[in-house]
């Protein structure tokens, strides 16, 4: 049985003494600038990074991404069945954000699409070509697991009338209590180990899901050059002028104590900065942004 593990997936592995950053979109990989690093040193060491999503798309990898680290937290606790419960919670919204019918043909074909623009590189003298591999090989890998789940995503759950009891409660403040579900408190009882192995079970057939997303993901946001920018009493607005971006990174000092309230449509950018508690903020606001695109 295939343990979840709060590892980063396969892509993050680096072959080589120097970062590399994958651009998809704008069909290049360049190692990232020492520029860039000096632009996240000037900030701070300890950033807060904000993301934003463009589109419906990317949102729904970003719920997964997650909902996986959630499940994953809580399953390597395996004394506390509190926890265990928070993590056969967490399989169930999974559940409902998976549901969505094109996300495995959404998947498989930005997979097939990274590889094809990767390909370009071979041979490339300024490209780490051991690098490069590693990333083609995990991208097939993932894709031949994507491609051999077979029927509806996450239909063994559906089909287990015990969990979809659970799920039905879950929804009622309170729902689960023993006096509602004895079954489920009976399961919580059980030994750790069992309880465990079950969850393992029920979730492993949806890894390719999380690998899948990882992988891109980590190639959208990759996909962009930070900027730091000043919002000037706390406001800040940009023109896209027809540029097509699927994610906006934004990030801060942790010690700044701003938050940015994002808000953008295909023509702007619009971002207003609070403090938390209170929504009146009239301090000029250092930030670092990323427009990021596959």
């Not at 592995?13 to 990232?32: C, M």
């Not at 499940?71 to 926890?83: G, I, M």
């Not at 759950?157 to 659970?166: A, T, Y």
């Amino acid at each position: 049985m295939r343990n979840i593990s709060r590892s980063p997936p396969a892509p993050e592995r680096r072959h080589s003494d120097e970062p590399l950053s994958i651009h998809g979109g704008s069909g290049r990989i360049r190692k990232k600038s020492l520029q860039s690093n000096a632009c996240l040193s000037s900030l701070g060491c300890d950033l807060i990074t904000y993301e934003y999503p463009l589109n419906e798309r990317i949102r729904t990898l970003l719920r997964l991404e997650n909902l996986f680290e959630r499940a994953s937290h809580f399953l390597v606790k395996e004394e506390d069945s509190r926890d265990h419960h928070a993590a056969l919670l967490t399989l169930l919204e999974i559940l409902e954000v998976v549901s969505r019918a094109d996300l495995k043909s959404d998947l498989l074909q930005e997979l097939e699409r990274q590889k094809q623009v990767l390909l370009g590189f071979r041979n490339n003298p300024q490209i780490a070509e051991n690098v490069l591999k590693q990333v083609i090989a995990d991208i097939e890998r993932t894709s031949a697991a994507l491609f051999a789940m077979t029927g509806k995503i996450g239909q063994h759950l559906r089909e287990n009338e015990w969990l979809m009891s659970i799920k039905q409660r879950t929804g009622i403040p309170g729902g689960v209590c023993e006096f509602d579900l004895p079954s489920y408190h009976y399961w919580l009882n059980r030994d750790s180990s069992k309880r465990n192995a079950d969850l393992q079970a029920w979730l492993s057939p949806l890894l390719p899901i999380r690998e899948a997303s990882a992988i891109v993901l980590k190639l959208l946001r990759e996909g962009g050059r930070p900027v730091k920018h000043v919002a000037h009493r706390a406001v800040f607005s940009q023109m896209l002028g027809g540029k097509t971006s699927q994610m906006v990174r934004i990030r801060l000092p942790r010690a700044s104590q701003f938050i940015p309230e994002i808000s953008a449509n295909r023509y702007a950018l619009n971002i207003r900065f609070g403090t938390f508690g209170t929504r009146v903020c009239e301090a000029d606001v250092e930030f670092e942004l990323t427009f990021c695109n596959l």
